[in-house]
């Protein structure tokens, strides 16, 4: 994390003349910061020396799980470098409030309802927070500038390869969109919104097309973090079965951690543009039961068990990305492989599923329930 002493340097150069003031650092505002994007870009850039403010929607429960481990007590507030808002996607006014307050160098918008299965059962809400909430923070930032004047903000719209959807892969930045569900379909409006606005009024906006990554921090209805959480909970006798959808999709499953990399590298550059971010690897879901399965010396035959009601209305068959441009361009490249992200995501899990053991053992949790 950044010290705070580099903001208090104070004294003469040896030469005896007065030190430049320091660089004001960076201001960048996340939407989606309490999500597994959000936690990873939150530390990436407090690490590279800038002031994090996330938007956080309002929840029940605390929902800030992911960022607790980076957030500091507002009674310290001097030395938080990260800080938490309320705001909505769905809430237009929240949003400019907080472009207009903040004056922020760079806005990553990484906010969606971002499942695609539950985006079949909630379309109407999902296009309002993915594709209009998308346009909702253009506009905010749009509005911004023409207030202000200022020329130095950037933007960066979360694209998902689920906007290739059935176009066969390699799929890059010149392959056609065929979108295959309410969320994906929202992408690309979100998509095509981000890039009318950097014709139009020539903001600095970029679409990251990022295929699936991944991470221990995954939401635990994604296909792979549902299969890690169950191997660890299989291993140490909490569970004995899984119940998974369609095991034959292909997906190019990267590291969260190096992503998050690409979408900042994307913002330092001297033109906007869109780029994919891919592993340019692809395996079915099947082999990732295998691996993690495998991993810990279990047969995942044994244990899965198909339910129809995790298959789709319409599937998305095969994504495999082309990251040519990006590796070109940006000089960015995945440092963690399916292997290792596999034991990864496995071996925090198994520790995970002995300390919820722990607690089961100890009558003070039920098998069944999860923390
Ligand atoms: P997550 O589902 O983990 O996080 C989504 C975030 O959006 C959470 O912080 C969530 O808040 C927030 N959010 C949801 N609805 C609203 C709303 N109405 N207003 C404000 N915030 C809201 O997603 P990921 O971190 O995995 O993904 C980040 C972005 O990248 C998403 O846009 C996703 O669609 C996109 N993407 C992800 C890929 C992946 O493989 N992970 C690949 C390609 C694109 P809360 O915590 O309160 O739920
Ligand atoms: P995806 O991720 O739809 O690619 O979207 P998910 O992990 O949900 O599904 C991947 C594949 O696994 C199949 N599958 C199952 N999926 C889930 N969730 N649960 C199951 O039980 C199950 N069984 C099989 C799915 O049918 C699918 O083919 C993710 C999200 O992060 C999006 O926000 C992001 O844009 C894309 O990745 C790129």
């Not at 918008?109 to 993915?130: C, G, K, M, R, W």
């Not at 500038?145 to 959807?165: C, H, L, N, P, V």
């Not at 009318?196 to 209805?221: D, K, Q, T, V």
């Amino acid at each position: 994390m950044a010290s705070e002493t580099d903001t208090t340097r104070s004294g003469s150069t040896p030469n005896g003349t007065a030190p430049d003031p320091p660089e004001p650092r960076k201001v960048a505002l996340i939407t989606g910061i309490t999500g597994q994007d959000g936690s990873y870009l939150t530390e990436f850039l407090l690490n590279k020396g800038y002031d994090v403010h996330g938007l956080i929607r309002r929840s029940s429960n605390f929902n800030t799980q992911r960022i607790n481990h980076i957030y500091i007590d507002p009674h310290n507030a001097h030395k938080a470098r990260m800080k938490l808002h309320y705001a909505d996607l769905t809430d237009a006014s929240s949003l400019r409030r907080w472009i207009d307050t903040l004056a922020p160098n760079e806005v990553y918008n990484l906010a969606a309802q971002s499942h695609v299965a539950v985006s079949f059962e909630i379309p109407d809400y999902t296009a309002d927070v993915v594709a209009t909430g998308a346009l909702r923070l253009l506009e905010a930032v749009r509005s911004h500038i023409a207030a202000t004047g200022r020329t130095d903000i950037k933007y960066y719209q979360a694209g998902s390869s689920e906007m290739f959807g059935a176009t066969p892969p390699p799929q890059s930045e010149t392959t056609p969109f065929h979108p295959r569900s309410p969320y994906a379909v929202s992408k690309c409006a979100a998509h095509w919104y981000t890039v009318n606005y950097r014709e139009a009024y020539g903001l600095f906006a970029c679409n990251g097309i990022l295929f699936n990554h991944e991470s221990p921090r995954r939401g635990e209805n994604f296909v792979t973090r549902k299969i890690t959480r169950a191997v660890g909970r299989i291993k140490v006798g909490l569970q004995s079965k899984l119940f998974l959808g369609n095991l034959q999709a292909s997906r190019d499953w990267g590291f969260a951690g190096d992503y998050v990399e690409a979408m900042w590298m994307m913002l330092q550059q001297e033109k906007p543009d869109d780029y994919v971010v891919a592993t340019e690897e692809s395996h079915t879901v099947e082999e990732f039961l295998e691996a993690s399965f495998g991993y810990v010396g279990l047969n995942w035959r044994d244990h899965v068990l198909i339910d129809k009601r995790y298959l789709r209305p319409s599937e998305v068959d095969n994504l495999k990305g082309d990251a040519t441009k990006a590796k070109k361009e940006l000089g960015w490249k995945p440092k963690v492989g399916f292997q290792q992200l596999v034991k990864m995501m496995v071996d925090e899990d198994v520790e995970l599923a002995k300390r919820e053991k722990v607690l089961v053992d100890a009558g003070y949790m039920d098998a069944q329930q999860q923390p």
